[in-house]
């Protein structure tokens, strides 16, 4: 896991200096530059199509960049390379969750901790040290009862919570969430929000997508507002949300 340091600058956890993603004549990110800072919840909000999943596309090197630079903790990037973000201490989930559907919950969080292609991982799973993280990091997320059961048996919210799981078991400094509440019953987004939170308070970075502007407000230590790719507003919360720009972004008027 990585921690702050003392020296200059490390107060920022993950920054992006003029970044883009055209797609056509849809400039998804326009020559975006954002700082976020390092610990605490930070949430990217906007209109649909504002470019807010474009913009963790390209964080976490999912979509290659048409230019600028991503900074993961001091790091300047301009190829991000989506399998080696956990180097650089950052990973992220999907809007659509990816887990291997064929296998158990706890071997799903079995390949991610012993770090190796699937059989070999599965071979090694005996390893005292990784049991144990294993059990802690289902049990964190509520899934220890299921642990026997196939990820393809899983419900919609169960599937959310391995995978959040798996984010963890790469034990980054950073973690980027695209609509973890999205479709989620109140008991499981309740159960999302508490993980997030107990995240928060072991000193992680949370970056979150969100459209639930309740939880938006509850979670955020601070936020951006994206606007057709670019940034229209950032700061704290309550604050941003009043500003009347903001308002008229999202209404459409
Ligand atoms: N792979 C893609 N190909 C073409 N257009 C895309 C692609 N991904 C996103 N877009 C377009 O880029 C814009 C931003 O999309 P997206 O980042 O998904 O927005 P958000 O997550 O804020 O709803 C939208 O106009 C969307 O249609
Ligand atoms: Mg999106």
Not at 10 to 32: M, N, R, W
Not at 116 to 134: C, F, Q, T, V, W
């Amino acid at each position: 896991m990585s921690t702050a340091g003392n020296g200059p600058g490390e107060e920022i956890a993950l920054e992006t200096h003029e970044i883009s993603k055209h797609f056509g004549a849809v400039k998804a990110v326009d020559c975006l530059s954002i700082a976020i800072k390092r610990k605490g919840m930070t949430s990217i909000v906007g209109p649909n199509g504002s470019g807010k999943s474009t913009l963790m596309n390209l964080l976490s090197g999912t979509l290659p960049l048409d230019g600028g630079l991503v900074i993961i903790d001091g790091v300047g990037l301009k190829v991000v390379h989506p399998y080696d973000t956990p180097a650089h201490g950052l990973t992220r989930t999907f809007q659509e969750v990816r887990l291997f559907d064929q296998i158990s919950v706890w071997d799903n969080i079995m390949v991610v901790l012993t770090q190796r292609r699937l059989l070999p991982a599965l071979m090694e799973r005996a390893k005292p040290r990784h049991k144990e993280k294993a059990r802690s990091i289902l049990e964190s997320v509520g899934m220890w009862e299921k642990r026997d059961s196939l990820a393809m048996d899983l419900s919609y919210g169960q599937r959310k919570l391995l995978e959040i799981g798996r984010a963890m078991a790469l034990d980054v400094g950073i973690y980027l969430f695209d609509e973890p509440f999205a479709g989620l019953f109140p008991q499981m987004l309740e159960q999302v929000k508490g993980i997030l939170k107990r995240m928060r308070d072991q000193g992680l970075t949370i970056v979150f997508v969100s459209h639930n502007m309740d939880i938006v407000r509850e979670l955020s230590d601070h936020i951006f507002v994206l606007d057709s790719g670019t940034l229209l507003a950032e700061g704290e919360v309550d604050e941003v949300l009043r500003r009347p720009d903001v308002i008229e972004a999202y209404l459409g008027v």
